[in-house]
């Protein structure tokens, strides 16, 4: 307390004494006890009420020791107990986490990693995926501004994630404990293969096929592709201690229409300790239709080249790149996208009056706006000559097609000339638009349709940004391409719209996540978010039934059905107020991606250990870590002095005080006739 506080205080006492004694010993004649008692009672409680008024600041001192953070980190995938190595990767935790001397230094934090990061202590081995690069990103995120070592039970083998080398900071050392039969044994493995998810019928589609040996004789192998009995290719292959890669490009016919399932196989007379790895199954949809699309552009744009990407990393769609006078033969094409249409562009919009071809126009600072109001009757623009910014704002109320929010709202803006843009009864708008944080009440990304044609209307330019700003976030272009091609798929549709919508994969690895969305919609076609949608499932080969709910999400409902065994499942969605009906069929094929691996990867190991500055440590070396780390005066504690400051008014002991000294002085007036 400062001395000001400090003479208030000693006032305080004066006051209270004075009044005090001013009202039981000047003014008042009773007797001397009850005089005492009254007095005093009356002293504590002014005191106590001039100590609320002054609330001086009470300080409390504690000291508190922060440990240096140790994170073990147990890698929980079914590699580990395909390996035999369970039993090994408990005891090095057990060992590690109990030992006493590391708890006195250390702040243990014990985590368990396969595709996921989670606190833990028990471990199971039953994950499907391994994920080192989470332990880094993670452990990082919660222990912020430390420097601290880290642990690594596991055998290396990372099936998901960026590289987990260069994913921890330099600054903390890892510790990788290997676990697992380091000795090199022969094997043969297809370590990758790359197909497309589609193919287009009468055509043939690429296959690269990834293959590599393990061992220290040279080697002479066969490799196949089958699809059932039938043999559509092979080759031999050799290996040697100084050949253990090699890449196998195969173009395959795409002869029949639907889901084709094709394995390839590599085999050899040597005798191999995992075959589980000579096989790798995979599944190419083969489709009579390729979606063709036609960028009409008077000009050079990063937008055009962002959009054919985007487009085209469906491989349904095709994209060709046309000038406006370049439009003669327009019957070929399912979609036209116009970008910044002005009136070069008149010959194509006669033509599309008999063609009724489906649009996607976006405009920008060279777009003719009165000529493109003469030409459709969705927007009507009046725009300056002046251009600016407009955000983009995801609508909730979109319901046309099942599209997730991107973060539209946090990408770069897209240009256009400002202006009132009014739209028709039949426009929805999936993006409306702000400028410096003012709703403008006009869309920016918009749908309509009338009489079986739809229209899209993008109203800026610069979308290219958008893509660029989705691949920094997510590293990857995926999120982005994914809503161009929901995009392409409505224009590509004229079907009328159905009151329940369905969304899933042909086919999946096991291991994967499967998920299977719904939309439903009422009689008014819009989204009914209290619908009650169910999935049943039945296993075409052992006609086991499963049923299950499908839960909402922000635009649709949604069902995760992980952990199915491989094999071909028929499935029916219904939603069960309406009795609304959906049924289709799935594939899981048999990969595992965890089975793949004969010995751990410790050459990435050793090489993410010397990075960090760390060391790989063997399980019958453990001790010899736990050396190093006590002995180790880098990991120190920290003694924090911790000084609370508590007002005196926020004691609510002192309230009471004043209120029992209150009702006390009360009563034995009371009592003695006073009152």
Same mark, same amino acid.
């Given at each position: 307390?400062?001395? *000001?506080?400090?003479?208030?205080?000693?006032?305080?006492?004066?006051?209270?004494?004075?009044?005090?004694?001013?009202?039981?010993?000047?003014?008042?004649?009773?007797?001397?006890?009850?005089?005492?008692?009254?007095?005093?009672?009356?002293?504590?409680?002014?005191?106590? +009420?001039?100590?609320?008024?002054?609330?001086?600041?009470?300080?409390?001192?504690?000291?508190?020791?922060?440990?240096?953070?140790?994170?073990?980190?147990?890698?929980?995938?079914?590699?580990?107990?395909?390996?035999?190595?369970?039993?090994?990767?408990?005891? &090095?935790?057990?060992?590690?986490?109990?030992?006493?001397?590391?708890?006195?230094?250390? =702040?243990?934090?014990?985590?368990?990693?396969?595709?996921?990061?989670?606190?833990?202590?028990?471990?199971?081995?039953?994950?499907?995926?391994?994920?080192?690069?989470? +332990?880094?990103?993670?452990?990082?995120?919660?222990?912020?501004?430390?420097?601290?070592?880290?642990?690594?039970?596991?055998?290396?083998?990372?099936?998901?994630?960026?590289?987990?080398?260069?994913?921890?900071?330099?600054?903390?050392?890892?510790?990788?404990?290997? $676990?697992?039969?380091?000795?090199?044994?022969?094997?043969?493995?297809?370590?990758?293969?790359?197909?497309?998810?589609?193919?287009?019928?009468?055509?043939?589609?690429?296959?690269?096929?990834? &293959?590599?040996?393990?061992?220290?004789?040279?080697?002479?192998?066969?490799?196949?592709?089958?699809?059932?009995?039938?043999?559509?290719?092979?080759?031999?292959?050799?290996?040697?201690?100084?050949?253990?890669?090699?890449?196998?490009? $195969?173009?395959?016919?795409?002869?029949?229409?639907?889901?084709?399932?094709?394995?390839?196989?590599?085999?050899?007379?040597?005798?191999?300790?995992?075959?589980?790895?000579? *096989?790798?199954?995979?599944?190419?949809?083969?489709?009579?239709?390729?979606?063709?699309?036609?960028?009409?552009?008077?000009?050079?744009?990063?937008?055009?080249?962002?959009?054919?990407?985007?487009?085209?990393?469906?491989?349904?769609?095709?994209?060709?790149?046309?000038?406006?006078?370049?439009?003669?033969?327009?019957?070929?094409?399912?979609?036209?996208?116009?970008?910044?249409?002005?009136?070069?562009?008149?010959?194509?919009?006669?033509?599309?009056?008999?063609?009724?071809?489906?649009?996607?126009?976006?405009?920008?600072?060279?777009?003719?706006?009165?000529?493109?109001?003469?030409?459709?009757?969705?927007? +009507?623009?009046?725009?300056?000559?002046?251009?600016?910014?407009?955000? %983009?704002?995801?609508?909730?109320?979109?319901?046309?097609?099942?599209?997730?929010?991107?973060?539209?709202?946090?990408?770069?803006?897209?240009?256009?000339?400002?202006?009132?843009?009014?739209?028709?009864?039949?426009?929805?708008?999936?993006?409306?638009?702000? $400028?410096?944080?003012?709703?403008?009440?006009?869309?920016?990304?918009?749908?309509?349709?009338?009489?079986?044609?739809?229209?899209?209307?993008?109203?800026?330019?610069?979308? #290219?940004? #958008?893509?660029?700003?989705?691949?920094?976030?997510?590293?990857?272009?995926?999120?982005?391409?994914?809503?161009?091609?929901?995009?392409?798929?409505?224009?590509?549709?004229?079907?009328?719209?159905?009151?329940?919508?369905?969304?899933?994969?042909?086919?999946?690895?096991?291991?994967?996540?499967?998920?299977?969305?719904?939309?439903?919609?009422?009689?008014?076609?819009? &989204?009914?978010?209290?619908?009650?949608?169910?999935?049943?499932?039945?296993?075409?080969?052992?006609?086991?039934?499963?049923?299950?709910?499908?839960?909402?999400?922000?635009?649709?409902?949604?069902?995760?059905?992980?952990?199915?065994?491989?094999?071909?499942?028929?499935?029916?969605?219904?939603?069960?107020?309406?009795?609304?009906?959906?049924?289709?069929?799935?594939?899981?094929?048999?990969?595992?991606?965890?089975?793949?691996? $004969?010995?751990?990867?410790?050459?990435?190991?050793?090489?993410? %250990?010397?990075?960090?500055?760390?060391?790989?440590?063997?399980? =019958?070396?453990?001790?010899?870590?736990?050396?190093?780390?006590?002995?180790?005066? =880098?990991?120190?504690?920290?003694?924090?002095?911790?000084?609370?400051?508590?007002?005196?008014?926020?004691?609510? #002991?002192?309230?009471?005080?004043?209120?029992?000294? &209150?009702?006390?002085?009360?009563?034995?007036?009371?009592?003695?006739?006073?009152?």
């Amino acid at each position: 307390m400062t001395s *000001n506080t400090i003479l208030l205080i000693f006032l305080s006492l004066l006051i209270a004494g004075g009044y005090s004694y001013y009202n039981y010993f000047y003014k008042a004649k009773i007797k001397l006890k009850v005089h005492l008692i009254l007095a005093f009672l009356r002293f504590t409680t002014v005191f106590c +009420v001039l100590l609320l008024l002054i609330n001086p600041i009470i300080s409390n001192k504690t000291l508190e020791i922060i440990k240096t953070p140790l994170v073990i980190a147990v890698d929980n995938s079914s590699s580990i107990s395909i390996l035999k190595a369970t039993q090994t990767a408990t005891e &090095l935790y057990k060992n590690l986490s109990s030992n006493s001397e590391l708890k006195d230094k250390f =702040d243990i934090q014990s985590y368990r990693f396969d595709s996921d990061f989670v606190s833990s202590d028990t471990f199971d081995f039953k994950g499907t995926q391994t994920n080192i690069d989470a +332990v880094a990103k993670n452990s990082k995120s919660i222990n912020k501004n430390s420097i601290f070592p880290t642990v690594l039970i596991t055998d290396g083998n990372q099936t998901l994630g960026n590289d987990f080398v260069f994913s921890f900071d330099p600054n903390n050392k890892v510790y990788p404990i290997v $676990v697992g039969d380091t000795t090199t044994y022969l094997d043969l493995r297809i370590s990758q293969l790359n197909a497309n998810k589609y193919a287009f019928h009468k055509n043939k589609f690429p296959v690269e096929v990834f &293959l590599n040996y393990s061992g220290t004789k040279a080697v002479t192998t066969n490799f196949s592709i089958t699809q059932g009995n039938t043999v559509l290719n092979s080759q031999i292959v050799t290996f040697s201690p100084s050949k253990k890669s090699v890449v196998i490009s $195969v173009l395959l016919p795409a002869d029949k229409i639907g889901l084709q399932v094709y394995k390839a196989t590599i085999r050899s007379r040597e005798k191999e300790k995992n075959t589980y790895n000579n *096989n790798f199954n995979f599944a190419v949809d083969v489709i009579d239709q390729k979606t063709e699309i036609a960028l009409i552009s008077s000009f050079n744009h990063p937008d055009l080249g962002a959009l054919k990407r985007a487009i085209e990393s469906n491989a349904q769609r095709k994209v060709t790149l046309l000038k406006p006078k370049e439009t003669n033969d327009l019957s070929k094409y399912n979609i036209v996208i116009l970008y910044q249409p002005t009136n070069e562009f008149r010959s194509f919009f006669e033509k599309n009056t008999d063609l009724g071809l489906n649009t996607f126009i976006i405009t920008g600072t060279k777009t003719d706006f009165n000529y493109l109001n003469q030409q459709q009757k969705d927007l +009507v623009f009046k725009m300056s000559s002046q251009s600016e910014d407009y955000i %983009a704002g995801y609508k909730d109320d979109f319901n046309l097609f099942s599209l997730e929010d991107i973060g539209f709202n946090q990408f770069p803006p897209l240009e256009n000339p400002f202006g009132v843009i009014s739209t028709a009864s039949n426009v929805n708008v999936l993006l409306g638009s702000t $400028v410096r944080n003012i709703n403008t009440n006009a869309p920016l990304l918009a749908f309509s349709e009338n009489r079986g044609k739809r229209s899209a209307y993008l109203l800026g330019e610069n979308s #290219w940004k #958008w893509r660029l700003q989705s691949h920094v976030e997510t590293k990857s272009y995926e999120k982005y391409d994914t809503f161009i091609d929901k995009t392409i798929q409505y224009l590509a549709s004229n079907a009328s719209k159905k009151s329940l919508v369905v969304t899933h994969d042909g086919f999946n690895n096991s291991g994967d996540a499967i998920e299977i969305s719904a939309q439903y919609f009422n009689k008014n076609y819009e &989204l009914d978010d209290k619908a009650n949608l169910n999935i049943t499932l039945v296993n075409k080969k052992t006609k086991a039934k499963k049923s299950y709910d499908l839960l909402k999400s922000n635009t649709d409902f949604k069902v995760n059905l992980d952990g199915l065994e491989v094999g071909k499942y028929d499935f029916v969605v219904r939603e069960l107020n309406s009795n609304s009906v959906y049924s289709n069929s799935f594939e899981i094929l048999d990969f595992d991606i965890e089975k793949q691996f $004969v010995n751990p990867d410790l050459i990435k190991l050793n090489q993410l %250990a010397i990075q960090t500055k760390g060391q790989v440590i063997f399980p =019958d070396k453990v001790n010899s870590l736990i050396k190093s780390l006590l002995e180790k005066e =880098d990991y120190k504690s920290v003694q924090k002095t911790i000084i609370k400051k508590t007002p005196l008014i926020d004691s609510i #002991w002192l309230l009471i005080l004043i209120i029992i000294f &209150l009702t006390t002085e009360w009563f034995v007036r009371k009592y003695n006739g006073m009152l």
